[in-house]
């Protein structure tokens, strides 16, 4: 069984909710009919629990904006996660802000402590508080994850217990990464495959290197967290940081198909979809992607 659940929030961390306005209630409609169609029984979940946390309420911490806003949505994120995967449903979470994912891997973390993750994006997402430039905790979840960033207290409920191992998480699609993150990457020994290796060995052998890496024996539960952004611009227009250079349409839909096909996935993100960012044009065709990236990573096969 799948679940089907939204929360926007675009790069300042704005939560922009609600089926009514926007494509996702294109993804709302289409999307659960497509899933169904597929053979899942969807529960669409929409989250209107967040408390009101406004700007002025919410002055940054050091370099970080919006602070406490981001860490009550993802805190939440993790609860409702979590309680779904404990049901044994496969949480889907459509964002809205990559920031998302601290809450989605520590629910799904809760419930299957040896998951890996393979995080599909142009950037690495593991700036700390000291080495972001942009403030903008989407650019830095991977740091919390791995209990690397352990000085905010408002995101305690996920450095306070790091689930996440460098050894279980691998990327695939960078090609923008700061240099304070390369530098992390490095000193944590932390498995990635950027563009550079997609294109001298081909994507196939691309995810093949990548589970090796985290899932040698293919035993263990896979978190597949999957940035629009790793797809090339021309693909998928309409997010909030893009980058030249990046996947093609096949390129993201084998790595979807491909972990379909290890029969491990048990949560998938598909993030930073961000409607307020190009023309009605560019905004149908990255919904549209982004539907068909779903569908590929819950079973629908081209044959
Ligand atoms: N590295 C940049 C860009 C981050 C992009 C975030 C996206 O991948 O979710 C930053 O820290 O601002
Ligand atoms: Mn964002
Ligand atoms: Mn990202
Ligand atoms: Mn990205």
């Known amino acids: 069984e799948t679940i089907v659940e939204t929360e926007w929030m675009d790069n300042g961390g704005q939560l922009h909710r609600g089926v009514e306005d926007g494509p996702i209630s294109l993804v709302g409609g ?121 000085s905010v207290p408002q995101f305690a409920w996920v450095t306070g217990k790091p689930l996440l191992k460098a050894d279980r998480l691998v990327y695939i699609g960078l090609r923008d990464v700061d240099a304070g993150e390369k530098r992390i990457l490095k000193e944590r020994n932390i498995k990635a495959f950027s563009m550079h290796e997609v294109d001298k060995y081909g994507i196939g052998k691309v995810v093949k290197m990548a589970l090796d890496h985290v899932n040698p024996k293919r035993d263990r539960p896979i978190h597949l967290s999957f940035d629009v952004d790793a797809l090339d611009p021309s693909v998928a227009p309409s997010t909030g940081t893009p980058a030249r250079g990046g996947l093609t349409f096949r390129e993201g839909h084998y790595i979807c198909e491909e972990i379909w096909a290890t029969g491990l996935l048990v949560a998938l993100d598909l993030m930073e979809v961000n409607p307020s960012l190009a023309d009605p044009t560019g905004i149908q065709q990255t919904v549209t992607i982004e539907c068909s990236l779903v569908r590929s990573a819950l079973g629908e096969t081209l044959l």
């Open 30 to 150: 289409g999307l659960i009919k497509q899933l169904k169609d597929l053979g899942w029984q969807v529960n669409f979940d929409l989250h209107h629990q967040f408390e009101e946390v406004n700007a002025l309420a919410d002055p940054p911490i050091g370099k970080l904006r919006n602070p406490r806003l981001v860490a009550s949505v993802t805190e939440s994120v993790a609860k409702v996660v979590g309680g779904h995967a404990k049901n044994g449903e496969l949480p889907v979470t459509l964002g809205g802000d990559h920031s998302l994912a601290m809450g989605t891997i520590s629910g799904t973390l809760e419930q299957h402590p040896d998951a890996c993750v393979v995080w599909i994006d142009a950037h690495a997402d593991i700036n700390t508080a000291e080495t972001t430039g942009s403030g903008n905790i989407h650019g830095m979840p991977v740091s919390f994850l791995l209990g690397i960033e352990t």
